[in-house]
Nanobody, 128 residues
């Protein structure tokens, strides 16, 4: 059973930075595409960023492109999300997710149903 545990959320002022981490266990970490998704109050869960199994390909939603960076260290079973230039609209619960499918192309990463395993989420709050 794959388990994902996020950490690093918190309260930050607009323009600030946070780094989220997600530690995986219970499976072969490098065999999964990894992603970060978020859900704000009253809104649907949405894709934020994704990274291929070997880390060579990354994908971002338009709303975070240029501000967020996803990375992974397979030797440490960890994926990260560096968030810079945070805005109040980035406030949400951020979820780490792992996918075992084809993970080919940006459309695959954006489809919520393609993510097989989820962490419990970490709250990110950006004050104005």
């Amino acid at each position: 059973q794959v388990q994902l545990v996020e950490s690093g959320g918190g309260l930050v002022q607009a323009g600030g930075s946070l780094r989220l981490s997600c530690a995986g266990s219970g499976g072969t970490f490098s065999s999964f595409a990894m992603g970060w998704l978020r859900q704000a109050p009253g809104k649907e869960r949405e894709f934020v960023a994704g990274i291929s199994r070997n880390g060579e390909n990354t994908y971002y939603s338009d709303s975070v492109k240029g501000r967020f960076t996803i990375s992974r260290r397979n030797a440490e079973n960890t994926v990260y999300l560096q968030m810079n230039g945070l805005k109040p609209e980035d406030t949400a619960v951020y979820y780490c997710a792992a996918g075992s499918g084809s993970a080919y192309g940006s459309r695959w990463y954006r489809r919520i149903a393609n993510w097989d395993y989820w962490g419990q989420g970490t709250q990110v709050t950006v004050s104005s």
